[in-house]
């Protein structure tokens, strides 16, 4: 079956006696039991509900998983993996990722005994040289955020054995659409389904899949445990949300292609790896089946920056991206302001850096609009002095 298919063929109720095409809705927080002594399949939902289920094991299936486990946000699915990690262990992490999983490695984890590294993990060298002994966890984002940068999944996951290290990859920018880290290698997927899975802005969840029945137990305690399960009516989204991840996806990404090909020449330093001209093309095309529809870019001051977001019309100004709908931003202002600044000078992280996601409105108007915010930036007399992708 091929993927676009799949994300519809699925059992949507299984053990229902009234056969709904729709996933029903559980709402129930606790399950009547057989009997004192005997336990049902469900008893109580942070345990386990009936809608989750269905949810878990679609994703599941769509990452060639053994199980997948949903949470009630991307940085609740990315904590559940850390909950692996005992005091003295050490976490090796991408120098370039989303701003809420360097608060959680920072703030969090490094109180309380994980020793949190970072290095450039798009460089293979780079990254052999930064892991130690106690090195358990190496964790990266497919294409890093917002930078873009593409990591060598099997190299990394190569490593990570070496060592006797686990890979985590955040494939959040690209879903298991495009991309399915476990057959290249990784340990545990994690996606902030916020974004593409659920594609609509109106949900926030997390997903974790592993393909190791042992490290599936271990999330299941945790999920049980830690009680940070995803709620059921965020499930029946979720699910409604994925029927049509394929669909909106090849729309997303052949508008984001074609802005960025139009982009380029207009400003500084676009970044896509779906362009041919992008350093991660190559490598992604061996790993991916497309780039998603994220790209970035800068003008050369913030103001400048600034004063484009704030001309866009069709674009809103928000943070996160994956939804149908294009939004712009700031990460250094909002999706990553909690990497203080001297952290995201060091990484080299502009503070023009514009983010665009790429929503599937008919790509003619994002253009209009673009090129209209384009000209009132230049009328202000700060025109931006184009910096193709080649010679950055
Ligand atoms: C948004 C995001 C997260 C966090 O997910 P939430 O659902 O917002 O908690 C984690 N990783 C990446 C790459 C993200 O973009």
């Known amino acids: 079956m ?22 029903p809705l559980y709402q129930t927080a606790t399950f009547a039991q057989p009997s004192a002594l005997e336990n049902g399949t469900f008893d109580y939902t942070r345990s386990g509900n009936p809608t989750r289920r269905v949810l878990e094991q679609q994703v599941a299936r769509l990452e060639r998983a053994r199980a ?29 990722l989303y ?49 873009l940068r593409v990591a060598d999944l099997p ?10 290290a686990r890979l985590c990859v955040d494939a959040s920018a690209l879903s298991p659409h495009l991309q399915r880290p476990l057959e290249l290698g990784a340990d545990f997927v994690v996606h902030s389904a916020t974004k593409y899975l659920a594609g609509h802005a109106d949900a926030t969840a997390g997903v974790v899949s592993v ?62 790896p779906g362009l041919e001209s992008d350093p991660g093309h190559a490598l992604l095309r061996r790993q991916a089946a497309g780039a998603g529809a994220v790209l970035s870019f800068e003008t050369g001051s913030l103001e400048r920056s600034a004063a484009l977001v704030d001309a866009l019309e069709l674009f809103t100004t928000s943070v996160s991206f994956g939804s149908v709908r294009s939004t712009a931003s700031l990460p250094c202002r909002m999706s990553h ?11 080299r992280l502009p503070e023009d850096l514009v983010r665009l996601s790429i929503g599937i409105e008919d790509v003619r108007d994002l253009r209009d609009d673009l090129e209209q915010a384009l000209h009132v930036v230049a009328q202000r007399g700060a025109s931006i002095e184009p910096w193709p992708a080649a010679r950055g």
């Open 211 to 272: 393909g190791d029945a042992a490290l599936a137990e271990e999330l299941a305690f945790v999920q049980n445990a830690e009680g940070a399960a995803l709620a059921p009516f965020e499930c029946l989204l979720l699910l409604r949300g994925m029927a049509t991840l394929a669909l909106r996806l090849e729309r997303q990404q052949a508008n984001a292609l074609e802005l960025a090909r139009w982009l380029q020449p207009r400003v500084r330093r676009l970044r896509h």
């Open 155 to 164: 190299g990394l996951a190569a490593l990570a054995r070496e060592r006797e």
């Open 99 to 147: 701003g809420g999983s360097y608060r959680l490695f920072s703030r969090l984890l490094e109180p309380r005994g994980i020793r949190v590294r970072y290095a450039d993990l798009s460089d293979l060298d780079a990254t052999r040289a930064a892991m130690g002994p106690r090195t358990r966890l190496v964790h990266v984002e497919s294409i890093s955020n917002p930078l």
């Open 68 to 96: 997948a486990f949903a949470f009630a946000s991307g940085m609740a699915a990315l904590t559940a993996v850390t909950r692996l990690l005992a005091p003295g262990d050490e976490l090796l992490a991408s120098d370039d």
């Open 337 to 347: 302001a909690s990497i203080p600044p001297q952290v995201r000078r060091a990484r």
């Open 2 to 23: 091929r993927p676009a298919t799949e994300l519809l063929a699925y059992e949507p109720a299984p053990g229902d006696p009234w056969q709904p095409v729709a996933a």
